[in-house]
């Protein structure tokens, strides 16, 4: 999850098996159907994992990036910072927005994308709500890592009136006295059974608000999950997997589909490919259909369904590693990034299935001017005379030519009023 590409799903039952933050700064490059040579751990999981030396990609996608033993999520690794070298970023591979103004200013950084988040969030469920919501953010990138803790040492912030520790890493690091009654990370590999507790999509009204009250939030969580990718060779689909060769390298295999998804067009130019991010909707209805009522907020980057039929012919699967775009999705499974466009289209439409209302889709820098205007004008008049880090950090939020278009904002409410 760091700042977007040009063009650009992973739980289990209830696991949480991904959170990716995405890339900016990147260089853009087509995919393409060379083999691929990957370390010996990560072929023996191919291998035993595989039917016939083979797998779908979106199976490789999901070892890839979530195996416990050899996925990119999984390893003790850090995957983002403002540099691959320097600069605070050490041997990262992309930026997000939590990161942004990072290093400058103090010794803990600027950490503006929270704030303005806290803020959207008073905006959008009031004052009242919060203080009684959990705050919940999926697919946080625990600071320090996989393998961080949240400690009760002194410097943490502070929310509700338990004062209970906010948890270091995610959106909300290093900001203190919190409006909301509780904080909660669900990270890779942690489990969304207390979220996931029963089917709320058909529940009546007095049972809903009778539903714990949630602020539930994601940023680049959706798309980092795995994809099933298609291309269409002769008039016909067909979907493309992965296989490991005699000489121990992986390649990319088209196989002819009997049964196409019914959500494949029925025409389209030879040679075009979509990514479809099946899992992102299979992932928002786990969330969604959770017996929960409040706000749902999700930061990501993604395209309309007929976008990615018309707009993509090479698709929106990329690769970034060490602050750098591939399409070479093959190359050192298991050591760099994965991602793949969401389809707004299929995620509005799950909401909307479960009982959401309120439902919007804005640019990021939309989305914070309509509900985070008078603490964006304030902190603005507060740094007139000079342009300071936080400043820079919210022209890189803002700004079109930056963040400000490249992102967008998915919100929507049930269980609130007016919906």
């Known amino acids: 999850m760091g700042t977007s590409p040009t063009d650009s799903p992973h739980l289990g039952a209830t696991a949480l098996t991904d959170t990716a933050p995405r890339r900016m700064n990147a260089e853009a490059a087509k995919p393409v159907q060379v083999a691929s040579r990957p370390a010996a751990d990560f072929l023996a999981r191919f291998r035993e994992e595989a039917d016939a ?16 033993q050899v996925g990119y999520y999984t390893r003790a690794r850090r995957r983002i910072g403002r540099g ?54 999926i697919g946080a990138e625990p600071q320090g890592g996989p ?56 529940a009546a009204p007095e049972k809903r608000a009778a539903a714990p009250p949630l602020i539930v939030f994601s940023n680049e969580l959706f798309d980092a999950q795995p994809c099933r990718r298609f291309v269409l060779r002769d008039s016909a689909w067909r979907e493309i997997w992965v296989r490991s060769t005699n000489e121990g390298a992986l390649a990319e295999v088209e196989h002819a589909l009997e049964n196409p998804p019914d959500f494949l067009p029925k025409t389209a130019a030879q040679g075009y490919r979509i990514d479809a991010p099946v899992a992102a909707r299979q992932l928002l209805a786990q969330i969604a259909g959770a017996d929960w009522r409040g706000l749902f907020i999700a930061f990501d980057y993604g395209k309309s369904w007929r976008e990615l039929c018309e707009a993509t012919p090479q698709g929106t699967a990329r690769a970034y590693t060490r602050h750098r775009q591939s399409g070479a999705l093959l190359d050192q499974p298991g050591e760099q990034d994965l991602t793949c466009h969401v389809c707004w289209d299929w995620l509005q439409a799950e909401l909307a299935q479960r009982g959401f209302g309120s439902i919007a889709l804005d640019s990021q820098e939309a989305f914070f001017v309509k509900h985070a205007s008078g603490f964006i004008a304030q902190t603005i008049a507060a740094d007139a005379r000079q342009l300071s880090p936080r400043k820079q950090a919210l022209m890189q939020l803002l700004h079109p030519a930056n963040m400000g278009q490249k992102f967008q904002a998915l919100s929507a409410r049930r269980g609130l009023s007016p919906e």
């Open 53 to 68: 030396h083979e797998m779908s990609f979106e199976h490789f996608m999901r070892l890839a990036l979530y195996d416990p």
């Open 84 to 137: 691959a070298r320097g600069g605070g970023g050490g041997q990262s591979d992309f930026l997000t927005a939590t990161t942004v103004g990072e290093g400058h200013g103090t010794s803990s950084g600027t950490n503006l994308f929270g704030e303005l988040v806290v803020q959207s969030c008073l905006s959008l469920a009031g004052e009242a709500f919060c203080a009684k919501a959990t705050f919940v953010e």
């Open 147 to 202: 393998a961080a803790t949240h400690s009760n040492a002194g410097g943490e912030a502070r929310a509700g009136t338990d004062r209970s520790p906010v948890p270091r890493g995610g959106v909300l690091r290093g900001l203190r006295e919190l409006p909301f009654a509780a904080v909660k990370t669900i990270s890779v590999g942690e489990d969304l059974a207390q979220l996931l507790k029963a089917p709320s999509s058909e």
